[in-house]
T-cell receptor
Framework: KAGVTQTPRYLIKTRGQQVTLSCSPI?????VSWYQQTPGQGLQFLFE?????QRNKGNFPGRFSGRQFSNSRSEMNVSTLELGDSALYLC???WGQGKSGNTIYFGEGSWLTVV | AQTVTQSQPEMSVQEAETVTLSCTYD???????LFWYKQPPSRQMILVIR??????QNATENRFSVNFQKAAKSFSLKISDSQLGDAAMYFC?????????????FGEGTQLTVNP
């Protein structure tokens, strides 16, 4: 069974540009979450999508957005990039139903460098 | 809001020895889950162990076990017979079971070094 797949793995963008990151969850998983990891702020929750609807949102500016498609694949977009957006962006997927502690699986991340 | 605190930024252990990583959390909820994740240099987060708050028995996975103290809001990870492959950053994480969603709140992480 394939794991969580994130593309691209590495990318370099210029300040002011926008970027789109993609995440394919494990087959059958309907919940996809995104996290930003930086040395200074650690791991911070961006948002979660479940069945194409945003279910939770972290404390990030509106430049950060996301969406989920009917096949559960998700994309996140960052517009008007700032140097501080340089980070590892991790995607996680889970079955997402109910209150059970279903296991949350992570992808290998997308490294974004803003210059 | 829930918070998770890992007070040990770095720890080291000799190969084959035992090490304990500390984690405390703050929450007003009674139903939740706690996790330890390992992040090796590849940066992929790997689930090490999971604990349901309603279970009094401490979770165990092979060489990994936890000491869950609900009243003290403490959740430590014990690694026995440490191996070189255990070297990684370890994160403690909290997930509510009282609200829908799979949002995790992470601690700051503990960098574990295993010395041969």
């Amino acid at each position: 069974k394939a794991g969580v797949t994130q593309t691209p793995r590495y990318l370099i963008k210029t300040r002011g540009q926008q970027v789109t990151l993609s995440c394919s969850p494990i087959s059958g998983h309907r919940s996809v979450s995104w996290y930003q990891q930086t040395p200074g702020q650690g791991l911070q929750f961006l948002f979660e999508y479940f069945s194409e609807t945003q279910r939770n949102k972290g404390n990030f500016p509106g430049r950060f957005s996301g969406r989920q498609f009917s096949n559960s694949r998700s994309e996140m977009n960052v517009s008007t990039l700032e140097l501080g957006d340089s980070a590892l962006y991790l995607c996680a997927s889970s079955w997402g139903q109910g209150k059970s502690g279903n296991t949350i699986y992570f992808g290998e991340g997308s490294w974004l460098t803003v210059v | 809001a829930q918070t998770v605190t890992q007070s040990q930024p770095e720890m080291s252990v000799q190969e084959a020895e035992t090490v304990t990583l500390s984690c405390t959390y703050d929450t007003s909820e009674s139903d939740y889950y706690l996790f330890w994740y390992k992040q090796p240099p590849s940066r992929q987060m790997i689930l090490v162990i999971r604990q349901e708050a309603y279970k009094q028995q401490n979770a165990t996975e092979n060489r990994f076990s936890v000491n869950f103290q609900k009243a003290a809001k403490s959740f430590s990870l014990k690694i026995s017979d440490s191996q070189l492959g255990d070297a990684a950053m370890y994160f403690c994480a909290y997930r509510s079971a009282e609200t829908s969603g799979s949002r995790l709140t992470f601690g700051e992480g503990t960098q574990l070094t295993v010395n041969p």
